[in-house]
């Protein structure tokens, strides 16, 4: 009964995490995006700065009507907004929040979370085809040929600390860079493992959709990509895991490059509720980082996109993992 019991509290704490990130993130988003556009965003709801218009906008989304298009396949239909948030929730089982709590201190935790979150793009897949619209399928084919491309220098970057650190259990990465800040990983075999973080984090970008990423979702083309048919609580699942993934990833990139939980001071500030405030802050630096950047460049095209993988970071990332497999070998 306790065993059950405490599965159920590390299940419930991630969502609940989820849930107020996403309602935070969202009218921070908001207010970032209105000073970079000399705009004010919201103002009115609640008082100050309108901090509770993200809750009314989700109240809004909740009890907005269902609509299933007509001919579309209604069981792919459904399931899709499911398996996307799904897939990126079970990916913060392996996330080590401070050194005593992680969801499931898994061995062999990295290669789960890439396992994972591609069934991200098999929910995608599903909404655009089930969906019985071309922009819809236009968006999915988008995304599915974009985060592929770009798993690939994503998975040769995470490798890169793999080979450094030796484990692929991410509470093992995180206890190896104990001590402050220079034995964070960032600044191990320099410039290498910084070269390995800025591929990791430009393809991250790819991975969750965003700017100068965002082709599958384009308003100004596809009008919004994959969910253009979705409305109510099934675009706002779709709206969640977007959020959910842009945390995940600034959170992975926290722990394999930035001491994740770890105090930058070494011993002071350090301990297990510390733990948290460092991860997350960390985290929410990296989330800040794509805000900023979603309302800064422009949108690339879609050739530019493949050629920024497969001619850019792609080669790059395998010459970078060879040169620190190498030097960890002589060392």
């Known amino acids: 009964m306790a065993e059950l019991l405490n599965m159920l509290?590390?299940?419930v704490i991630p969502l609940l995490f989820i849930l107020v990130y996403a309602i935070v993130i969202l009218w921070t988003e908001i207010k970032v995006a209105s000073h970079v556009q000399d705009r004010l965003g919201y103002m009115y709801t609640g008082g100050f700065h309108g901090w509770a218009q993200p809750i009314a906008d989700l109240l809004k989304l909740l009890s907005k009507e269902h609509i299933t298009p007509a001919n579309s396949d209604k069981i792919l239909f459904i399931l899709a907004p499911v398996i996307v948030f799904a897939a990126s929730y079970a990916a913060y089982a392996a996330l080590p929040f401070t050194s005593t709590f992680i969801a499931a201190n898994l061995n062999v935790g990295v290669f789960y979370i890439i396992a994972i979150t591609s069934f991200v793009v098999i929910g995608i897949?599903?909404?655009?085809?089930?969906?019985?619209?071309?922009?819809?399928?236009?968006?999915?084919?988008r995304s599915v040929a974009q985060i592929v491309s770009y798993e690939i220098p994503t998975a040769l970057s995470i490798l890169t600390v793999v080979i450094v650190v030796g484990?692929?259990?991410?509470?093992?990465?995180?206890?190896a860079q104990k001590g402050g800040l220079f034995n964070w990983n960032i600044f191990k075999y320099p410039p290498f493992m910084f070269i390995a973080f800025l591929i990791y984090f430009v393809a991250s970008l790819a991975e969750v959709n965003r700017t100068p990423f965002d082709i599958p979702e384009a308003e100004s083309e596809l009008v919004a990509g994959y969910h253009t048919e979705y409305t109510g609580m099934k675009f706002a699942m779709f709206y969640l895991a977007e959020y959910a993934n842009m945390f995940l990833v600034s959170g992975i990139a926290a722990i394999l490059f930035f001491g994740g939980w770890n105090s930058p001071f070494g011993e002071f500030m350090s301990g297990p509720a510390w733990g948290v405030f460092w991860f997350v802050s960390k985290g929410l630096f990296f989330v800040f980082?794509?805000?900023?950047?979603?309302?800064?460049?422009?949108r690339l095209r879609v050739?530019?996109?493949?050629?920024?993988?497969w001619k850019v970071l792609t080669p790059i990332s395998f010459v970078n993992i060879m040169i620190v497999g190498l030097w960890a070998i002589l060392k």
């Not at 897949?125 to 071309?134: D, E, V």
């Not at 484990?167 to 206890?175: A, D, K, P, R, Y």
């Not at 980082?289 to 422009?298: A, N, V």
């Open 9 to 11: 509290v590390a299940s």
């Open 125 to 141: 897949l599903m909404a655009g085809w089930s969906s019985n619209n071309k922009y819809s399928l236009l968006g999915a084919m």
């Open 167 to 175: 484990t692929l259990n991410l509470q093992e990465v995180c206890e």
């Open 289 to 298: 980082l794509q805000i900023m950047l979603r309302w800064t460049l422009p």
């Open 303 to 309: 050739d530019q996109l493949m050629y920024v993988s």
